[in-house]
């Protein structure tokens, strides 16, 4: 039952290299032979054998020296032996008695000590030297032999000159001992290799070449610089370079270690046992009796005095299924040395099988032979539980940290796809844990409640919501859950803090034990995990809450991820609406900028025209020529003020409208013109919804709307329906429109339609100008509807699916009070009226100027120009005395100095100046950009002779 003992292993390692050497002199070709101390003959190689002519060593072995040698020279034979016995080494020749008769033989004589130092045996060579040349053959026969043992063999071999010490031979086992090649082992000494002083290793360098002393033990140097113990036989060796000294060297550095540690730990050994926990046992082979200490018995639950144990008894307290595993672990150790760990089951007093663990080794007579097997006895009953369960716990936390694995590496598992996430992770948390149910519920919008996003029932394997918790009824547990890194309820139904649980809810769902574990969001409890046990109660363990607070740790980076998702697109979403405005705002500054530049052209085109055609003929051909150009002119003029309604610059007439009034007058006038497979429906209010805006260009904006609508459904028919009401709106990002400028009341205009509706592609560029669907665009359309509706202060809402239709949703300002209406200038019917005085007519384009003062002229006045605003105040404020201005014909937009900067120095200048502002703009933005709405009035271009003379009379006449 127990480790090999020191002597034990001394032998054994002995015995190995024993057999090495009988090995060496089983092949050795000459004689070699062992004595006992009474001159008996013990051992003899088989070249001994051979050379005394027997068959078997039994014909040789035990029979006395003397047999073997003439009786002429059995007294010196003896005296040799004698001297032996006495440490002395003999050489010398005799006569061999052999079968073949006396053969004359070469011998010498070494005696062979035991370790401590006693001569045990006489170690002889004998070599047949009868004749010279047999001798030499067999000398070189040898010497092949020799080589082939001495290069091959594993022991560690030298060959050494005794007289000056050096290696003159190393085979392959000694060069990679020391650590040298062959080349550098062979200039190296003994005494590079040995510890001892030169003069010291020299002298038993030759006493060992004298067969004075055959062991040594030494310490040698490796090339390393490391020292090991070594044991070295050596003896003299006869070679035709002459004596050389043969050693084998074996290295028990490792040996000797462990002896002293082996040594050391017997001493401590004996010191605990008086005081080990351990039990004691011993088993003597030989008597067949087996002792069991005080504390075996004890462990095993009985008293010192109430078992007296007997060879063979552990085996009736042993379980039956482990008795055969012992018995073998007892039987390799006897006969194989293999170590005695053994763990096996005991049977208790109490009746309960215990786990203990039994080592031991075995003690052995010189034979080999077994005699005390002892060791020691452990309950590790404990232990097993406890490693038992670190097995189950490592295998619970593997399954635990490949499921988390599994949930955060899955693709299909994102912040897109949170419901399947969800359920995926009450899934996986019932699962690993072996619990009935797993819930996920998140805090709701205002914080009142708790809402399960997804609730798995593992027996059902269905998949639940809608369970909510009403917190503000749940102060103490929501207290509990905000201050605790998960709440464990053993018991439940018991647990003071789910007091405020709605009665039932614990016992409708089985619960028996449950865990929660809040889900925090930058400190804040957003929601928690509860997983429930409903089959019996179960205390938590650590694992399994961690395993909770990874699930929740995964459950926290969805919800990062959602927000993180929802402020991309939202970012996404307000960066094209953004590049949207501005390229609606860039195309609005060019429409703007063309209409200006046209509406100048259209100025001297059109009022050419009218001076060309109050100076014919009615009847002359050439009369209808101008009236043609008139008319051609008066259509550009309408596309100017197409393109600054869409940039939102163009000229509104605002008055107060009833939206219910316009839309129903625009319905009955477009029905006449829809196909007979569409269908326009509309409910007026039943109040007035009014609404301060141009009549003309809602008009236009209601008509786009419902031409679109009708050709989107002009294959398959449909309705176009149209509702008016009045909501409030958010000033917040419109979807695919134009968003409010403010937050409050709006008169809202809904036109939808069953047609084909529009993709993203379309929706993106519905507002680009002269854009369309059909085979060529046709002009502003919803360009012109844009600008509308932001030169009124609306908005713009735009629903559409590919194959479901399209909603326009359009936002007028609420009028609170009428406004004060602005009063049209109408042409006077006396065109006749002439006036008189000064007029200074400030535009930066030469036709203007040109048509200006041509016009001017004709109507009585005195005319000077000029092309910027600084000229313009040069001319006023250089005016020479009673040479006053009567008025001043003010361009509106002007490089250097705007319109209505030099409207506002005219003012400083000259107050009470009457000033004619004329733009493409419309007036009434021209007004919001000034304090004093008073200081000027207001002439739309192009215009006619017409137009100006009405402009001047009320301007004049109202001064």
């Known amino acids: 039952m127990p480790p090999e003992s020191s002597k034990f292993g001394h032998e054994s390692f002995v015995a190995r290299d024993s057999q090495r050497l009988q090995a060496l002199v089983a092949h050795a070709p ?43 020279e059995i007294d010196r034979i003896l005296g040799l032996l004698e001297k032996a016995l006495q440490g002395e080494t003999s050489h010398y020749a005799f006569h061999l008695l052999t079968k073949r008769g006396p053969v004359h033989c070469a011998s010498w004589m070494s005696p062979l000590r035991n370790e401590q130092g006693e001569i045990t045996r006489i170690l002889g060579m004998t070599q047949d030297i009868t004749e010279s040349q047999s001798a030499l053959q ?77 062991y040594f033990e030494f310490q040698h140097r490796l090339k390393s610089g490391e020292v090991r113990d070594v044991e070295v036989f050596s003896g003299p060796l006869h070679t035709p370079q002459g004596l050389r000294l043969f050693s084998i060297v074996h290295d028990v550095t490792d040996r000797r270690r462990a002896q002293l540690q082996l040594q050391e ?126 097995t189950e716990r490592r295998k619970r936390i593997g399954r635990q940290h490949r499921a988390i694995q599994s949930l955060t590496t ?57 369970v909510f918790h ?91 991820g959602a927000e993180t998702n929802e402020a991309m697109r939202q970012k996404r979403e307000l960066e094209s609406q ?25 100025v001297a085109i059109l009022g050419n025209a009218d001076l060309a055609r109050e100076d014919l003929d009615e009847n002359s051909r050439a009369h209808g020529l101008v009236s043609s150009i008139e008319h051609a002119a008066r259509r550009a003029a309408d596309l100017c003020r197409q393109m600054l309604a869409y940039s939102g610059r163009g000229l509104l007439r605002v008055e107060t409208i009833d939206m219910g009034d316009l839309v129903a007058g625009m319905v009955k006038l477009m029905r006449a013109s829809l196909g007979g497979n569409l269908t326009l429906h509309f409910t007026p209010p039943n109040r007035p919804l009014l609404v301060e805006a141009d009549a003309t260009q809602i008009r236009q904006v209601i008509m786009n709307l419902i031409v679109n609508a009708a050709e989107a459904m002009q294959d398959q028919g449909g309705t176009i329906t149209l509702v008016l009401e009045e909501s409030v709106v958010h000033a917040e990002p419109s979807q695919g429109g134009l968003a409010v400028p403010a937050t409050g009341s709006y008169i809202e205009l809904l036109v939808q ?85 000064r007029v200074l007519l400030v535009d930066d384009d030469e036709t203007v100027r040109l048509l200006g003062r041509e016009m001017l002229e004709r109507l009585g006045f005195q005319v000077s120009v000029v092309s910027n605003g600084s000229d313009a105040l040069k001319e006023i404020s250089t005016q020479p005395s009673g040479e006053e201005w009567s008025l001043v014909m003010l361009d509106l937009t002007m490089p250097g100095m705007s319109g209505l900067e030099v409207l506002a120095k005219i003012h400083d200048l000259q107050p009470g100046l009457p000033v004619l502002m004329s733009s ?37 006449s109202s001064g």
């Open 753 to 837: 339609d069953e047609g084909k509706g529009m993709d993203e592609t379309i929706l993106g560029r519905m507002y680009d100008p002269f854009f369309s669907t059909k085979f060529a665009g046709r002009g502003l359309g919803m360009a012109a509807v844009l600008g509308i509706m932001g030169g009124h202060g609306g908005g713009i809402e735009v629903m559409s699916t590919v194959g479901s239709g399209t909603a326009f949703r359009l936002q007028f300002p609420v009028s609170e009070n009428a406004l004060n209406e602005m009063v049209e200038s109408h042409q006077l019917e006396d065109h006749g009226w002439l006036g008189s005085g």
């Open 920 to 956: 493409g703009y419309a007036e009434e933005e021209v007004r919001q950009q000034l304090s004093r709405e008073d200081m000027f009035a207001f002439l739309a271009k192009p215009y006619t002779l017409a137009e100006l003379r009405s402009a001047l009379r009320a301007v004049l």
């Open 138 to 214: 067999a000398l070189q026969e040898s010497e092949k032999r020799y080589r082939q043992m001495f290069e091959a063999n594993l022991a560690i071999k030298l060959v050494s000159d005794p007289a000056t010490g050096s290696i003159v031979e190393a085979n392959q086992a000694a060069c990679d001992f020391y650590g040298y090649s062959h080349e550098e082992i062979m200039g190296l000494g003994l005494q590079d290799i040995n510890t001892l002083p030169r003069e010291e290793m020299m002298a038993l360098a030759g006493r060992a070449s004298r067969t004075e002393q055959l």
């Open 30 to 72: 000459v004689c070699v032979h062992e004595f006992a101390p009474n001159g008996t003959i013990i051992a003899i190689n088989p070249a001994g054998l051979e050379l005394l002519g027997v068959e078997h060593e039994s014909q040789v072995l035990g029979q006395p020296l003397s047999s073997a040698v003439g009786e002429d």
């Open 265 to 390: 730990s017997e001493r401590r050994f004996a010191r605990a046992v008086a005081g080990t926990s351990d039990g004691i046992w011993e088993w003597h082979i030989v008597r067949g009796t087996i002792y069991w200490s005080p504390r075996f018995k004890e462990l095993l639950g009985y008293e010192t005095d109430e078992i007296q144990p007997k060879e063979g008894m552990l085996w009736s307290f042993m379980h039956p299924d482990d008795v055969e595993t012992v018995k073998e672990a007892t039987r390799r150790h006897l006969k194989h040395n293999e170590p005695y760990d053994v763990r096996y089951r005991l049977r208790h007093r109490d009746g309960k099988y215990r786990m203990f663990r039994a080592r031991g080794t075995v003690e052995r007579d010189a034979a080999g032979e077994p005699m005390v097997m002892a060791g020691s006895l452990e309950d590790i009953s404990e232990q097993v539980a406890a490693e038992r369960a670190r």
């Open 410 to 466: 899955d693709p299909g598992l994102s912040s897109r796809e949170m419901d399947l996430a969800f359920a995926r992770l009450t899934e996986t948390a019932c699962e690993i844990l072996d619990v009935g149910r797993a819930s996920l519920m998140l805090v709701n919008e205002d914080c009142s409640r708790l809402v399960s996003r997804d609730l798995f029932v593992r027996a059902k394997k269905e998949h639940f919501r809608g």
């Open 578 to 602: 953004v590049l949207h405005a501005q390229k609606l705002e860039s195309l609005g500054l060019m429409a703007s900028g063309v209409a200006h530049d046209f509406n100048n052209l259209l």
């Open 470 to 560: 009403n917190l503000q009824a749940m102060p103490q547990y929501l207290a509990a859950l905000e201050s605790s890194r998960a709440l464990a309820f053993e018991h439940p139904l018991e647990d003071e803090r789910l007091r405020e649980f709605p009665q039932g809810f614990l016992q409708e769902r089985s619960v028996k034990s449950m865990l929660d574990i809040p889900i925090r969001r930058e400190g804040k409890v957003v929601g928690i995990l509860r997983l429930s046990e409903v089959d019996k109660a179960r205390r938590w363990r650590d694992d399994e809450i961690q395993f909770g607070l990874d699930l929740v740790s995964f459950t926290v980076r969805l919800l990062v």
